[in-house]
């Protein structure tokens, strides 16, 4: 029970319920506050124990100033725990290590267990392999058993060993539509008191409940599995980003335009490590499902978590998907009485201000690589055609877009831009010039007969899938009008592009197939492959073996336009160079018009039946046309049926079976699941962490690093280590599955550490992949990373790794900190760091450091091939704080480099090897 130093602890009678909660307006300071400053603030009232959490950090949260340096450390004990497959089996294989290492020391080890409710949504796994047929959802679901079989068996042992564990199984939805349309709570009941649901997640995009009020956010597996066991999380009190939203957005302009706008705005304003805070009269205009799009975008500005307060549209959601009349009418009156129900007039304070008008957005793209580099939909053929010169030798033909053949995309075949004109109206061209553009077209032959030519730019992807958009009801809706007004008038996809639709649960297909929508999207390809991310992750599946081998065989810039949240370098799929996102519709377009080298602003996508053109303002839906069928088609009791017993599975799920008991029978021969090495010769005590003393540099490394170059979670090469390690295990490359599918066996995953495709090491020039040069030979050679790791542990030789700014963006993905730790990786020197890899490297016991302000290792000269000293560290040994630098010594250059562990907290995970070791030290003296 809470210390009540406030006298905070009240009554809430809500109808016949009664409930205890602590009253936020008992702290002088609390009505001043952003909204999600009250959350936590309310978090520490019910937490105090007057020793991990005082009344000096209530009052230090109370009296928060919005201007300062963040410098107040509290702990932050988040209501419960949601993971996705991906992320959520090394979890669970962790927890069954610690039940054995805590059995080995002589303890209990069903004390390890969830204290928190965890759940964990298998939605990473499908794979697109067939795609463009009625049977595609059902072919692609089987062969996701036949690959994971290994891994769901393990997670349903895990859903019977574990308390307060449950799994939705597969074929169900996207683990962060799930959580806002069934799993989130708003507001919490447990052991009678009421209180803010708070929740973080195994994958960065949980901050997509932000949109409902829900203040989370990503982290890493390792610090899930913390906050599993009850332990808090330790942080800094944040600043607060205020964004004042005005105005409405205007015909033509969706969610994920007004997302690509904010993702831009926040990136060049800067708010890594902050919170952003919706708020102001343009609020009550953006509908729940753009809300929720915008906060699961958060990752891609860099902050902590992006949140909407709680208002008359969160309530009429949790209507519409379900919730029950007494969990609308206790959010609503908790909300009230607590000051968290959004007042358009009130302007709390925030430590700083950013404005945007809704009425300014304009239709938008992102890419080739970031999605921070958003492009008006008019300038993305000019945009393009710049982009694709990086991607491309110099010896292409330099021709325009009008030279191209027929046969492959001629400028009067390609999409224009939603506009609001007529269809009889003259359309301004574009004054600029065309510039040229490299050419370099290639003939092919499907097996079915079917030729044409590819080109540079050719749009061989195009995919609705990722929760960030499929989640909303009105970019679903308006892809699919845009679909059946493309079939009404002949239009076709081009035969090219792999479609695909992948929504993130099952009320979307329910409302296409109310709303007589279906039909439609399936005659242009985009069939149901799937209830999961796919694409966005990597899980685009093969493209047709007669498309892959011209784009290898002839180094084609290819592309693929998504729906997603992410188009990082190598993520999509290992064939295509530049990626895309956009809304649904576009993705729609963009299938019709098979290029990104077209104008979206004035040319037809094709002809009608009678020779006509057709621009895509035609066809393009008006939010009147939108609204009606999303009013018309989607009901409470398609959320009711659909989530009626989510637990469940079907008679797959159900039929797998599975071992027994509190400890897990490993398997030796398993390639997806084995006991992992953590806690091997682990003692009840840590020994003292060491300066680091003749290391070498595996990986030098550049500006925005993402956790995907670090750790990939797509296709596994047979001729990359991890490949070779699994056909010498006896798998068939054609059963390879991924990364992301394999994180249960960490033999794969240290081989998959720094494996990207795309990755660039600086110290070995001209490869590109998860290469290095190995200092234990000779002349240096170059070899793989994982096999220069190994001779590294033979010599003894520590590890570090030099990088740019924004390192480990992306993806909150652990495996990205561990492989790095089981390489023999020691530190990271970087020049700024993205927060949640920052945090998952001191949770792995890796030390990050910061280069000095303005300097680099380009700036000091370091060319990677210096043997490193770095001392200082041991001054963490005697527990009194945190050294503010280390001297680092490496060939004649010297520098004192900024020690990144933010916390005390942080330290104590550091001295102690890792925040698992802390853990079960710390329940092991219990």
Known sequence: MSANSFGSRDTLRVGDASYEIYRLDRVEGAARLPYSLKILLENLLRTEDGANITADHIRALGGWD???????????????????????????????????????????????????????????????????????????????????????????????????????????????????????????????????????????????????????????????????????????????????????????????DLVLVITEMLRKHGVVGKFVEFYGSGVSSVPLANRATIGNMSPEFGSTCAIFPIDEETIAYLRLTGRTEEQLALTEAYAKAQGLWHDPAAEPDYSEYIELDLSTVVPSIAGPKRPQDRIELASAKECWRTAVRDYVSGDEDLGMADEASA??????????????????????????????????????????????????????????????????????????????????????????????LAPGSQVVTGYYDRAGLTPYLEKLGFNL??????????????????????????????????????????????????????????????????????????????????GEPVYLRDIWPSPEEVSEVVNGSIGQEMFLRDYADVFKGDERWQSLPIPTGDTFEWDPSSTYVRKAPYFDGMGTEPSPVTDIHGARVLAKLGDSVTTDHISPAGSIKADSPAGKYLRENGVEVKDFNSYGSRRGNHEVMIRG?????????????????????????????????????????????????????????????????????????????????????????IGMGVLPLQFPEGQSAGSLGLTGEETFDITGIEALNDGTGIPSTVKVKAGDVEFDAVVRIDTPGEADYYRHGGIMQYVLRSLLRK
């Open 66 to 256: 919005p201007k300062a340096t963040p410098s107040v450390e509290i702990q932050f004990t988040p209501a419960r725990v949601i993971m996705q497959d991906f992320t959520g089996v090394p979890c669970v294989v962790d927890l069954a290590t610690m039940r054995e290492a805590v059995r080995d020391l002589g303890g209990d080890p069903s004390r390890i267990n969830p204290l928190a409710p965890a759940e964990l949504v298998i939605d990473h796994s499908v794979i697109v392999d067939f795609f463009g047929g009625r049977d595609s959802f059902v072919r692609n679901v089987e062969r996701e058993y036949e690959r994971n079989r290994e891994r769901y068996q393990f997670l349903r042992w895990g859903q019977t060993a574990f308390d307060e564990f449950k799994v939705v199984p597969p074929g169900t939805g996207i683990v962060h539509q799930v959580n806002i349309e069934h799993l989130a709570r708003v507001v919490m009941t447990r052991d009678g008191k009421a209180y803010p649901d708070t929740c973080v997640g195994t994958d960065s995009h949980t901050t997509m409940e932000n949109g409902l009020g829900v203040l989370g956010w990503g982290v890493g597996g390792i610090e899930a599995e913390a906050a599993m066991l009850g332990q808090p999380i330790s942080m800094l009190i944040p600043r607060v980003v205020g964004f004042k939203l005005t105005g409405e957005l205007p015909a033509g302009a969706t969610a994920t």
């Open 407 to 500: 046969e492959s995309f001629p400028a009067s075949d390609s999409p224009a831009v939603p506009h609001s004109t007529s269809a009889d109206e003259p359309h301004e061209k574009s004054a600029a010039p065309a510039s040229g553009r490299p050419h370099k077209r290639v003939p092919v032959t499907l097996e079915d007969g079917t030729t044409f030519e590819l080109d540079h730019g050719a749009v061989v992807i195009a995919a609705i899938t990722s929760c960030t958009n499929t989640s909303n009801p009105y970019v679903m809706i308006g892809a699919a009008l845009l679909a059946k007004k493309a079939v009404e008038r002949g239009l076709s996809r081009k035969p090219w592009v792999k479609t695909s």
């Open 529 to 610: 492959v799937g209830y999961g991310c796919t694409t966005c992750i990597g899980n685009s599946g093969p493209l047709p073996a007669e498309i892959s081998q011209a784009i290898n065989d002839n180094d084609l810039a290819v592309t693929a336009v998504l729906s997603g949240n992410r188009n990082f370098e190598g993520r999509i799929n290992p064939d295509v160079k530049m990626n895309y996102l956009a809304s649904p519709p576009l993705v729609v377009a963009y299938a019709l018009a098979g290029s990104m080298d077209v104008d979206l602003n004035n040319e037809p996508l094709g002809t009608d039946a009678q």
């Open 753 to 841: 550490t720094f494996a990207n495709i795309r990755l660039r090491n600086q110290i070995a020039p001209g490869t590109e992949g998860g290469f290095t040069r190995d200092f234990t030979q000779d002349g240096a050679p170059v070899t793989t990373i994982y096999d220069a790791s190994v001779n590294y542990a033979a010599a003894g030789t520590p590890l570090v790794v030099l990088a740019g700014k924004e390192y480990g963006s992306g993806s909150s993905r652990d495996w990205a900190a561990k492989g790095t730790a089981l390489l023999g990786v020691r530190a990271v020197i970087a020049e700024s760091y993205e927060r949640i890899h920052r945090s998952n490297l």
